[in-house]
């Protein structure tokens, strides 16, 4: 039987073969998404600080097996979880039963739930999607629409040069075996003017941009000022 996949130009179904292969290990904090759950409060702490989440209406973009959305549930809001990929949102709303949080988990692609819900969000998280996507100018614009104007939009991605190569995929899968390889395509990262240029398009103003840092051995993520190779950006909608 072939993937689910919603109807959408912009979903790689490759893209989409690799994580529902590795769905049923998605809440292992030793497997292959480590990673994630190290860098989870991280991200959290951040989207708070400048959002703060308590009572906000809040969508997860490319959600996973809910890490994120279980996190910002925590915190007081009120959030829906989307992915393309049914698999793994089995696996999301198998812990969500576990975790008694509230969470709406929708196999859903980001530009329909914008075309059926725009403007309906205060919130927009899309973490480590843009790269996976096969036109992420369409997913940027689809993340603007789903936010209310004066709402706050965050994207984690990677940037694209040498340093960026070495770190996020040499090292990553094929040094240290962090993740899965091929789990990223270099062609496919993202540098910050890039993302700064398609969010104006779409009515984004870009607020900040923080690099991330991840430590493998003892699983301490840090913010900082180097974006050289991952990065946080948070955006409100303008217009």
Not at 69 to 93: F, K, Q
Not at 103 to 119: F, I
Not at 176 to 194: A, C, M, V
Not at 200 to 211: M, V
């Amino acid at each position: 039987m072939g993937l689910k996949v919603p109807e959408s130009t912009n979903v790689d179904a490759r893209e989409l073969a690799k994580f529902e292969a590795l769905a049923d290990r998605w809440w292992d904090p030793t497997g292959e998404f480590k990673a994630l759950h190290d860098l989870n409060p991280v991200r959290v702490d951040f989207i708070d600080a400048r959002a703060p989440l308590r009572a906000r209406r809040v969508v997860d973009v490319g959600c996973g097996g809910g890490i994120l959305s279980e996190a910002m549930a925590h915190r007081g809001a009120r959030v829906t979880g989307i992915d393309a990929a049914a698999n793994v949102l089995e696996v999301a709303r198998r812990h969500q039963a576990d975790s008694s949080l509230e969470v709406d988990y929708v196999h859903v692609t980001t530009e329909e739930l914008a075309r059926r819900e725009s403007g309906s969000y205060d919130t927009v998280a899309c973490m480590e999607l843009l790269e996976h996507v096969p036109d992420p100018v369409s997913l940027v614009r689809a993340c603007a629409s789903l936010t209310r104007v004066g709402g706050d939009v965050f994207f984690s991605t990677i940037n694209r040069n040498p340093k960026a190569w070495a770190y996020a995929v040499l090292g990553a899968e094929y040094v240290l075996g962090l993740i899965p390889k091929g789990t990223h395509d270099y062609q496919n990262f993202i540098r910050p003017s890039e993302l700064a240029g398609w969010a104006r398009q779409a009515g984004l103003e870009l607020k900040e941009l923080k690099g991330m840092t991840y430590n493998p051995l003892t699983g301490e993520a840090r913010l900082g000022s180097n974006v050289q190779v991952n990065y946080l950006a948070w955006l409100t909608r303008s217009r």
